[in-house]
């Protein structure tokens, strides 16, 4: 088995809420603001998202070998005086929940 690592920022944006993380159109789990997750994935090529509501991060492709680590960021892009742009940017992937390679 491989292993993924997702670290969430600690923001105001959703602090209360989970991402539903989502690997290969499955949920496989959820983190909440400010923490971090393990999953295990069997070797191969993947996709991972994260959703909350309708709102989803861009679909990131991946691979792992047996025994290999995978490592990913994710938040809100919305920051500072952006969060005040919140409903206008609910229907645009990657900016309400983000999630980058790292």
């Avoid at 105001?12 to 295990?40: A, C, H, P, Q």
Wanted: charged share 30%; glycine share 8%.
């Amino acid at each position: 088995m491989g292993k993924i690592t997702i670290s969430r920022e600690s923001q105001f944006m959703n602090k209360m809420r989970s991402y539903d993380i989502y690997v290969d159109g499955e949920k496989t789990g959820e983190i909440k603001n400010g923490e971090t997750e393990e999953l295990s994935v069997t070797p191969g090529e993947h996709v991972i998202q994260l959703q909350i509501d309708w709102c989803k991060s861009k679909k990131i492709p991946f691979r792992l070998s047996d025994g290999e680590s995978h490592s990913f960021q994710c938040g809100s892009r919305l920051k500072g005086w952006r969060v005040l742009k919140a409903s206008s940017s609910m229907d645009k992937e990657d900016v309400f929940v983000y999630l980058d390679n790292v």
